[in-house]
């Protein structure tokens, strides 16, 4: 059994910092409130004519606004969400409408290739229309309020860290299986029959597959909750498009420089689409940020971003230092990747969280 091997998975149900940081999702996952994408497909939509793009964001504005103050009554137990009614076409309907409309000028991630993904073009993650999954199971390894987490690992991703762990997926050198959206769902209900506490969306990165993912809380019937599992390098449309569908963004926080982010993952103005992302995130759903120390990246990548989340997000943010970084794929092409941490390393990161005034770490 799981709580075996993952005992602070149990105790952390007690946890007071972890469960005000995430109040919304521990109800969740304990069956006592929906998951958003359950409230979100009792708001009708219009989708009489999806021709026209910033027609629909209008429609999504507005519903967007009804959705919290649904989210909000049901909550509260004003609104019992089984008694409600589900219109022919729905909120989620629409988001999975738009995505498919950003996937012929694809805009998911800030790159904003433009090109037409479902005519079969490709942009920088080589993405194409189809979702290719490379595995889903169980995971035991995630933080303890997730644990046992259904991940769900797809082929693609929108960065090239040169010392990512999961390089095979990311960089595409595994082909995986093409799973439709139906297929996919019927994944999501197995593994949460199976007590998974929530649907794990991975990679790689999920951001390529939006569209897919959207389309495939459709078909998904028994509430879950959902964890948006992201490098935070997405656009400001694909924010728009989680909100109300996401209960835990899961976001890491790579780098604090937009120097060491574009040397060593490609990645340019990460910093300020990071942060917009974070707070967004905590505007619109509730938040668990992974900040992997990597060698002599210190003072230069953690302390600013420790110190930001603490001014901007808040002391009591639950944020997951991650101290298991081993070199991988292309790392020995950065000097300071091409070993792991020092224990003195490991000690001064926690000296320098703390200090920024967090108080809510995963590992303290």
Request: hydrophobic content about 35%; aromatic content about 8%.
């Amino acid at each position: 059994m799981w709580a075996l091997a993952r005992p602070d998975a149990i105790k952390i149900l007690n946890d007071k910092l972890a469960k005000k940081a995430l109040s919304r999702y521990f109800t969740v996952f304990q069956n006592k409130k929906p998951a958003k994408f359950i409230i979100a497909k009792k708001i009708p939509a219009n989708l009489d004519d999806i021709s026209d793009l910033n027609a629909l964001w209008a429609q999504h504005k507005k519903l967007t606004d009804l959705y919290f103050s649904l989210e909000k009554e049901v909550d509260s137990n004003v609104v019992k969400i089984d008694q409600l009614e589900t219109p022919q076409k729905n909120y989620l309907d629409l988001k999975t409408a738009i995505a498919n409309k950003i996937l012929q000028n694809c805009h998911f991630c800030v790159r904003r290739c433009g090109v037409n993904r479902a005519s079969g073009q490709l942009g920088y993650c080589q993405t194409g229309k189809d979702f290719q999954l490379s595995t889903a199971f169980t995971h035991l390894g995630e933080e303890p309020e997730l644990v046992p987490s259904g991940t769900i690992f797809s082929i693609g991703c929108n960065l090239k860290c040169l010392h990512c762990q999961n390089w095979t997926i990311s960089q595409r050198y595994e082909t995986g299986d093409i799973y439709t959206p139906q297929e996919l769902a019927g994944v999501c209900e197995n593994l949460r029959a199976e007590g998974c506490r929530n649907i794990n969306m991975v990679g790689g990165s999920p951001t390529p597959h939006l569209h897919t993912w959207l389309d495939t809380f459709r078909h998904v019937k028994n509430s879950i909750a959902t964890v948006w599992n992201s490098n935070s390098y997405y656009s400001e449309e694909t924010a728009q498009l989680l909100t109300g569908f996401v209960d835990v963004f899961l976001l890491d926080y790579k780098y604090g420089s937009n120097e060491c982010a574009k040397r060593i993952s490609d990645a340019p103005n990460y910093v300020e689409t990071c942060q917009r992302n974070h707070l967004l995130a905590k505007k619109y759903g509730e938040l668990l940020i992974r900040i992997l120390i990597l060698p002599e990246h210190l003072d230069c990548c953690l302390k600013p971003i420790c110190e930001w989340i603490a001014k901007n997000l808040g002391p009591e943010t639950r944020v997951n230092l991650l101290f298991q970084y081993t070199p991988h794929w292309r790392a020995d092409e950065i000097p300071e990747l091409r070993r792991r941490l020092t224990s003195e390393e490991m000690r001064r990161s926690l000296e320098i969280a703390k200090d920024a005034g967090l108080v809510n770490l995963v590992r303290d």
